[in-house]
């Protein structure tokens, strides 16, 4: 439920609705649609409404005899009177949506997407109508693979995409790419990925006796390269000389498995769970063991686009967040799984999507696992996470010389906008912007980056 | 009817008969290959709570699972049998113009697609290629000047170009057209120099005796002279630029045969991709016998 939050502890407005000693006036004498107090000003120039209208209007709806109000006020009180209403309207977000009278800058929009269940919310988003219901008109684009994403965003052929979250780091760098600004509005989900073995390697599970294995993943500058790199050197392992790391689009990780040409590889979901589904291969483990709660994918724009396209990119987020927040709830899992499925989404069984998304799945082991946290949808983008990829970047050497690592990571992850719309939409908000967290056992702490970096023994650093 | 046509009749006849039997004999070494082992005998299988749940994830019936054991069958996957590849076609033919947004169209639609790309590419590359391989036939300077710009060109994989289109063109759709133009450019420039170069002496001659303009002997005397080899590289170009729209639109995406080919393989979906493979072949065959009839049309016995 939406956290009620006084609007009128300061100064009474003139629509206060909570004034048990005044009458609730909504409209003036003069019989315009303006407020008695503002007869003078309203009738020059039509005002946007303010929030405590918005609340006015809803008490006077439930109240329609302004003696009734009185009475009710009188008896509770001012405040638990305001805390009982907002536990039952969702006033948040009714005012929300009543001040995006500003008009939406561009309505029809072309999102780019790569078919994993990564992009869950902002595929859904789609079919349950929460681009409509901010006004928006949205296409969602399959494609090929992470460079072609890359490509067509900094081409402005899409306007907004999903990405890896390194990604718009890469980016706004210039690696990989000439240089763009590139936001991140949303971290898409966290966990959901894992190292897939081919079935040979059942009984071969310790990683220090890699060597020479060949493994796929999705792009350089994703999580899963980031990731597979550090379980590797943990091992012992030196991920660049000890073992063959290969680009690979995810769609492509579970017939190239089949065909032999890779031991295995850190990909998304569902291609984890469908080379189980497919008996080509097995969950090895997912990838929450090697880092509870990494971000994976986000959801971002160039920075021009919200320049241009501001009050369109704040429909944008409400519409994402929503999809976030409902994907993040359990018992939604199913549902997802079904609305995702078809053909022109993921083109996936609903089956494997389903165990995905559950996490109660089969581990091509003979076991039946129970992982609710298997795939998880927080869209708070930390900028701690942010810092934490540049220093990956910089260990394997794709990034050289110095970086401010918090200017860059607070200039691409947008958590105070996050923020801000999440608050608008009634939805629980996190404190601060570098959450600690732990890598294998690790611990990561922004403000001591580069020791961090100085702290591996397999490093190009 | 003279026996010589009776008897070229009977040839072709016969070769038709051969063709099915190459075809039956094709199929039933799939029917075969995809035949399902049955096993002889039937061992009880009891299975523990555990296992009927792990088989329910694994997409098979567990009522059916302990059925299977006994005939020997496993899972899903593999190989479509004759008639899973039947109910394939079917559904896709039945539905060939479906439209479900951008990223789900009947293969009608696809082909379409495809074959408005194709169409654009190579009408701008005939454009191109046919009134410079002209100049190029006619000057054998410029066609030595040419000549290791096309020779090193030339052999370039067309997709090669899409990175440096994308970079560029800044756009995936035109990229795609770009590398059909590049791709089908070559043979037609090449023969169209050659055939322009190969026109008799004799009748250049007798066209510069009767003082006819240069316009006139230009698409009077030269082209007409020149139409076969043209043609020919053409017919190279299309059949070129149709193996190539399918790769290219498997690394572009969006549309097309190729996406149809790729979004399928994603779901490891072998009956459509069959069956695309299966299109993709019928239609590179009709474009091919059309320029073929073209062909035959200006050809001319010496």
Known sequence: ?461 | MNPGMQAARQEALKAALLSLLILAVLLGIWHLATLQPKAVAAPVVALTAEQIEYAKLMGKDPASLAANAATGTSGKSGFPTLSQMGVAIARNLASPFYDNGPNDKGVGLQLAYSLGRVGLGYLLAALVAIPLGFVIGMSPLIYRALDPFIQVLKPISPLAWMPLALYTIKDSAISGIFVIFICSIWPMLINTAFGVAGVRKEWLNVARTLEVKPQRLAFEVILPAAAPTILTGMRISMGIAWLVIVAAEMLVGGTGIGYFVWNEWNNLSLPNVIFAVLVIGIVGMLLDLMFARLQKAVTYVD
């Open chain 1, 1 to 461: 439920m939406p956290v009620f939050e006084p609007t009128t502890d300061l100064t009474p407005s003139a629509y206060d609705p909570y004034d048990a000693d005044r009458p609730l006036m909504l409209r003036c004498g003069c019989g315009a649609d303006h407020a008695p107090p503002a007869h003078a000003t309203a009738s020059l120039e039509a005002e946007p409404l303010g929030r405590s209208f918005m609340e006015a209007a809803l008490v006077k709806a439930l109240f329609p005899q302004d003696r009734v109000r009185r009475a009710f006020l009188k008896g509770v009180g001012r405040r638990t009177a305001m805390a009982a209403l907002g536990s039952v309207l969702p006033l948040a977000s009714l005012q929300a949506m009543a001040e995006e009278k500003k008009p939406l800058e561009k309505k029809e929009l072309k999102i780019g997407f790569i078919p994993i269940t990564c992009a869950s919310p902002l595929i859904m988003a789609d079919p349950l109508g929460f681009y409509r219901q901010q006004g928006l008109t949205v296409q969602l684009m399959k494609t090929a693979g992470w460079a072609l994403i890359r490509d067509k965003i900094m081409n402005k052929e899409v306007d907004a995409t999903h990405f890896l979250s390194p990604m718009p780091l890469a980016i706004s760098l210039g690696l990989g790419s000439a240089a763009q600004a590139m936001n991140v509005a949303t971290v898409q989900n966290v966990n959901g990925q894992a190292i897939t073995l081919a079935n040979k390697h059942k009984g071969n599970r310790d990683p220090k006796n890699w060597k020479g294995f060949k493994f796929a993943i999705p792009f350089e500058y994703s999580m899963h390269n980031f990731l597979l790199r550090y379980y590797l050197a943990e091992a012992g392992l030196n991920p660049d000389t000890d073992v063959q790391l290969r680009v690979t689009p995810p769609a492509e990780m579970v017939a190239i498995l089949r065909a032999g040409n890779i031991d295995g590889f850190l990909g998304p979901d569902p291609f984890n769970q469908r080379a189980v589904f497919e008996e080509v291969g097995f969950i090895h483990i997912l990838s929450r063991e090697i880092w509870d709660g990494h971000p994976c994918c986000a959801f971002g724009v160039p920075a021009s686009f919200i320049e241009s396209n501001p009050n369109t990119f704040a429909a944008l987020y409400r519409s994402v967040l929503t999809a976030a927040a409902m994907a993040r709830k359990p018992e939604n899992r199913e549902l997802i799984a079904k609305v995702i499925s078809p053909a022109q989404y993921l083109n996936q069984p609903e089956a494997v999507l389903t165990q995905v998304l559950t996490g109660k799945f089969a581990d091509g082991l003979g076991n039946v696992r129970t992982v609710p946290e298997r795939a998880d949808f927080d869209p708070v983008p930390w900028q701690s996470m942010a810092v934490w990829m540049l220093t990956q970047m910089k260990r394997w050497g794709y990034l050289k010389g110095d970086v401010n690592y918090k200017q860059v990571a607070e200039k691409v992850f947008l958590i105070t906008d996050a923020k801000k719309y999440m608050k608008e939409l009634g939805q629980p908000v996190p404190d601060g912007a570098y959450k600690k967290f732990k890598v294998m056992g690790k611990e990561f702490d922004a403000a001591k980056a580069d020791d961090y970096l100085k702290s591996f023994a397999i490093s190009k650093a």
